[in-house]
């Protein structure tokens, strides 16, 4: 069973940064492709973030291009979402996702494994 476990989430005011951690179990993370989608409150989840297997390639939402940044460590089994200029609908769950397969997508049907998300709230 694969587990997923996100961290860094917290507290942070409009134009701050934060950094989520997302770490897989498992040897073979490093054969699929992963991403981090978001939640707010009274929303449905939406694509934020996603990189391939190798970290060669990766995606991201409009809302977020230019301020957030995906990365990963396969020594580590850890994905990174780096969040900067942080503005408040930028409020949201967290969540990161294992692909079906090694390449990225960017909907949630291409996903099979979730972590249990983690909180980030930004204030004005």
């Known amino acids: 069973q694969v587990q997923l476990v996100e961290s860094g989430g917290g507290l942070a005011q409009a134009g701050g940064s934060l950094r989520l951690s997302c770490v897989g179990s498992g040897r073979t993370f490093s054969n699929y492709g992963m991403g981090w989608f978001r939640q707010a409150p009274g929303k449905e989840r939406e694509f934020v973030a996603t990189i391939t297997w190798g970290g060669g390639s990766t995606s991201y939402a409009n809302s977020v291009k230019g301020r957030f940044t995906i990365s990963r460590n396969n020594a580590k089994n850890t994905v990174y979402l780096q969040m900067n200029s942080l503005q408040p609908e930028d409020t949201a769950v967290y969540y990161c996702?294992?692909?079906?397969?090694?390449?990225?997508?960017?909907?949630?049907?291409?996903?099979?494994?979730w972590g249990q998300g983690t909180q980030v709230t930004v204030s004005s």
């Open positions: 996702a294992r692909s079906r397969d090694m390449h990225s997508s960017i909907e949630d049907r291409g996903y099979d494994y």
